[in-house]
């Protein structure tokens, strides 16, 4: 089992920053994947970033692609989301997602990010 917590976010001006954290418990956190997804109001839930587990690779959507960073801290068992040049369309609430095994197999409860324009 992993128990993961997302913090962070908030009202954010477009052109601004912010960063997300999620804490991880349960299973060693090192051994894992960790991902970041967003779901905006009456769209479908969409994929944001992973890192792998040593974080020495990291994919994002094109969306977001040299405006966000995901990074993690395995000692701290937290993985990140770096938000820069934030925009109207980046509102949504954002959910860290661990991948255990080859599906995301658990979820955070879900962090709201808003930007105003």
């Known amino acids: 089992q992993v128990q993961l917590v997302e913090s962070g976010g908030g009202l954010v001006q477009a052109g601004g920053s912010t960063r997300l954290s999620c804490a991880a418990s349960?299973?060693?956190?090192?051994?894992?994947?960790m991902g970041w997804f967003r779901q905006a109001p009456g769209k479908e839930r969409e994929f944001v970033a992973r890192?792998?587990?040593?974080?020495?690779?990291?994919y994002y959507a094109d969306s977001v692609k040299a405006r966000f960073t995901i990074s993690r801290d395995n000692a701290k068992n937290t993985v990140f989301l770096q938000m820069n040049s934030l925009k109207p369309e980046d509102t949504a609430v954002y959910y860290c997602?661990?991948?255990?095994?080859?599906?995301?197999?658990?979820w955070g409860q879900g962090t709201q990010v808003t930007v105003s324009s």
């Open positions: 997602a661990a991948q255990v095994a080859t599906m995301w197999d658990y």
């Open positions: 349960g299973r060693t956190f090192s051994s894992y994947a």
């Open positions: 890192i792998n587990w040593s974080g020495s690779s990291t």
